[in-house]
């Protein structure tokens, strides 16, 4: 295999040419073999069944968006792991596109060099079903040490609520949710919010009650 070959694969896809570059900048060709697309279908072109790398997508495309694009890979290319990028007002959108099964997400807004150590990380090919049940596991483990409050307010970020949209539905302060979102994500292990929401996906919790206050809506 030569050197070339070893690298991680990853195909960016963003209808800004310049978020485009920005993105890939940050991804040393010495360690990444980067490809660039302006639109969803070139990528899908370029891919094959058995294809394995990452996609870091922006969310918000024409004409296809990044949740549908996270939708046909799910289907088209099994092996190929996918990360969205977003704009802060886009996380319900990027909430959309994990449960469609994107791995991570990451806001615009955040250092991109998180972006990176986030594709380093990934497993390829992704993960198999039984080391997701074990994932499966700990998490579900993990969120019955949470309080009745704490899962209300993670079911609301696995919705892509903000916290000002969770404090004025609760009744209580923004400093507050800001209170309860640090200790929930401390019990749960999560060092981001991607992380946080893969876990509410992972859990199926907000398509069930869950622990002890199964008055928490779906």
């Known amino acids: 295999m030569t050197n070339a070959d070893s690298r991680q694969r990853v195909y960016i896809v963003d209808d800004d040419s310049l978020m485009r570059d920005v993105i890939a900048a940050h991804f040393s060709p010495a360690e990444f073999a980067v490809e660039t697309f302006g639109v969803a279908s070139d990528l899908l072109t370029r891919l094959t069944a058995d294809s394995v790398g990452?996609?870091?997508?922006?969310?918000?495309?024409?004409?296809?968006?990044?949740?549908?694009?996270?939708?046909?890979?799910?289907?088209?290319?099994?092996?190929?792991?996918?990360?969205?990028?977003?704009?802060?007002?886009?996380?319900?959108?990027?909430v959309r596109a994990m449960k469609a099964g994107a791995c991570d997400f990451v806001e615009k807004t955040?250092?991109?060099?998180?972006?990176?150590?986030?594709?380093?990380?990934?497993?390829?090919?992704?993960?198999?079903?039984?080391t997701m049940a074990a994932e499966r596991d700990?998490?579900?483990?993990?969120?019955?040490?949470?309080?009745?409050?704490?899962?209300?307010?993670?079911?609301?970020?696995?919705?892509?609520?903000?916290?000002?949209?969770?404090?004025?539905?609760?009744?209580?302060?923004?400093?507050?949710?800001?209170?309860h979102r640090r200790s929930l994500m401390l019990k749960m292990g999560?060092?981001?919010?991607?992380?946080?929401?893969?876990?509410?996906?992972?859990?199926?919790?907000?398509?069930?009650p869950f622990g002890p206050d199964s008055s928490i809506p779906e």
């Open 54 to 94: 990452c996609v870091v997508t922006d969310v918000r495309m024409t004409p296809m968006d990044g949740v549908t694009l996270t939708q046909v890979l799910r289907t088209s290319s099994p092996r190929i792991a996918v990360v969205v990028v977003t704009a802060h007002a886009d996380v319900p959108l990027a």
């Open 110 to 130: 955040d250092n991109l060099a998180r972006l990176v150590e986030i594709v380093r990380a990934l497993e390829y090919p992704p993960e198999e079903d039984s």
């Open 138 to 179: 700990r998490v579900t483990a993990r969120l019955k040490t949470l309080t009745a409050r704490e899962l209300e307010i993670l079911l609301k970020i696995g919705k892509g609520r903000t916290g000002p949209q969770i404090s004025e539905s609760l009744g209580i302060s923004v400093r507050t949710v800001e209170a």
């Open 190 to 208: 999560a060092a981001r919010l991607g992380h946080l929401v893969r876990m509410v996906t992972m859990s199926g919790l907000g398509s069930r």
